[in-house]
């Protein structure tokens, strides 16, 4: 029998000023250890798909993106790595400038443990009744296979920006004509 999973409702605005709270602290924890203020950063509920949390610097404004349904899902747990985990970002980029570093590397981890928090990279959550975004996929071959690029990596590669190559047989990928619009599942 196929039941169909209910569909997850996003964070309520209480709980997205929770949110607003532990960024504030956790940048408030970051002032006190580093001894230099960090301006506020702008946070949205506006993330789809699989990802629970973003760090953005577009046009020399930075904010922080948050999943709301993934949110509402794992809550605590969001609250409890998810929040740090973008922090520490931000403060990293201020703190060392985001080209200077690796996104995870040695700098982020420290901050991480300043804050008290497992430097872990990424989660682990059932997506079920996520609503999950679609995405244009485009086929590149190798010497060995299909592979399927993102909308992202295809552009840069469009634009001259990026090579890819084949982790099998180490061939340079080249498009395909086919491409086709694909749900992102878990």
Not at 43 to 59: A, T
Not at 66 to 89: C, G, M, Q, R, W
Request: include cysteine.
């Amino acid at each position: 029998m196929n039941q169909k999973i209910p569909a997850i409702d996003p964070i309520t605005p209480g709980q997205q000023q929770q949110v607003i709270e532990r960024t504030s602290d956790l940048l408030q924890q970051c002032q006190n250890h580093f001894g230099r203020a960090f301006k506020p950063i702008d946070l949205r509920f506006d993330l789809r798909g699989r990802s629970s949390g973003m760090y953005v610097l577009k046009h020399k404004q930075r904010y922080l993106r948050f999943n709301p349904f993934i949110f509402a899902k794992y809550f605590d747990d969001n609250l409890a790595t998810t929040v740090p985990h973008e922090v520490a970002h931000y403060v990293s980029d201020i703190l060392f400038g985001i080209k200077n570093i690796r996104p995870h590397g040695k700098e982020w981890q420290a901050i991480m443990h300043t804050l008290g928090v497992e430097p872990k990279v990424t989660g682990n959550y059932n997506l079920s009744g996520i609503p999950l975004k679609q995405q244009r996929r485009f086929a590149y071959a190798c010497g060995c296979m299909t592979h399927q690029l993102t909308t992202t990596r295809h552009n840069k590669i469009i634009t001259g920006k990026a090579r890819y190559y084949c982790r099998k047989c180490d061939r340079q990928l080249s498009q395909k004509k086919s491409t086709q619009r694909i749900a992102v599942a878990p």
